[in-house]
Antibody
Framework: QVQLVQSGAEVKKPGSSVKVSCKAS????????ISWVRQAPGQGLEWMGR????????NYTQKFQGRVTITADKSTSTAYMELSTLTSEDTAIYYCARESGIYCSSSNCFGGYFQYWGQGTLVTVSS | DIQMTQSPSSLSASVGDRVTITCRASQSINGYLNWYQQKPGKVPNLLISAASTLQSGVPSRFSGSGSGTDFTLTISSLQPEDFATYYCQQSYTTPPRFGQGTKVDIK
């Protein structure tokens, strides 16, 4: 069974950066696609981006373009999400999730579903 | 980007009720539609993929249907453990956007 274990809660100052990790264990493959989804307090789910190790690329949603970087370390089966220039509106739970059933080309991915989720990492941005 | 709109945003129902949640895409997404359940303080859980494929371990009272732009999640007989928020999510194109959620609570 796949498990995704995320790093612990963070408290950050406005303007700083945060880096959250997501380590996969179980039936793992370094080529699995990992997405990052966040959920602000009392709000819905918001996809931020994904890492596609087999293509060596990452996709980001436009809202976070230029502020988020998603990477992966194949040797340790760990994905990372770094978000910079934090504001109070970035206070949220950040989840990593493995996308199963997905097909990706260099221009698009489709068909995926978030089958396995990390436990979530609370990031609080406060002065 | 494809926008996903769920209705209703919330509903109150009783144990044993049949519940239907609707999800509409701003353009055709064929059958690339997934449903998730999230209980308070918990991680989202995948219920249905590709509009109608029930995930392993998910009770058969849950079902999904639809294609194109209109999809439904149906709970045939609501159970106490089903009170939660439900999200649809399109996977036809990037970004894989979620609906705003439908909260199902006790009448």
């Amino acid at each position: 069974q796949v498990q995704l274990v995320q790093s612990g809660a963070e408290v950050k100052k406005p303007g700083s950066s945060v880096k959250v990790s997501c380590k996969a264990s179980g039936a793992t493959s370094s080529d699995y696609i990992i997405s990052w989804v966040r959920q602000a307090p009392g709000q819905g789910l918001e996809w931020m981006g994904r890492i596609i190790p087999i293509l060596g690329i990452a996709n980001y949603t436009q809202k976070f373009q230029g502020r988020v970087t998603i990477t992966a370390d194949k040797s340790t089966s760990t994905a990372y999400m770094e978000l910079s220039t934090l504001t109070s509106e970035d206070t949220a739970i950040y989840y990593c999730a493995r996308e199963s059933g997905i097909y990706c080309s260099s221009s698009n991915c489709f068909g995926g579903y978030f089958q396995y989720w990390g436990q979530g990492t609370l990031v609080t941005v406060s002065s | 980007d494809i926008q996903m709109t769920q209705s209703p945003s919330s509903l109150s129902a009783s144990v044993g009720d049949r519940v239907t949640i609707t999800c509409r895409a701003s353009q055709s997404i064929n059958g690339y539609l997934n449903w998730y359940q999230q209980k308070p303080g918990k991680v989202p859980n995948l219920l249905i993929s590709a509009a109608s494929t029930l995930q392993s371990g998910v009770p058969s009272r849950f079902s999904g249907s639809g294609s194109g732009t209109d999809f439904t999640l149906t709970i045939s007989s609501l159970q106490p453990e089903d009170f939660a928020t439900y999200y649809c999510q399109q996977s036809y194109t990037t970004p894989p956007r979620f609906g705003q959620g439908t909260k199902v609570d006790i009448k």
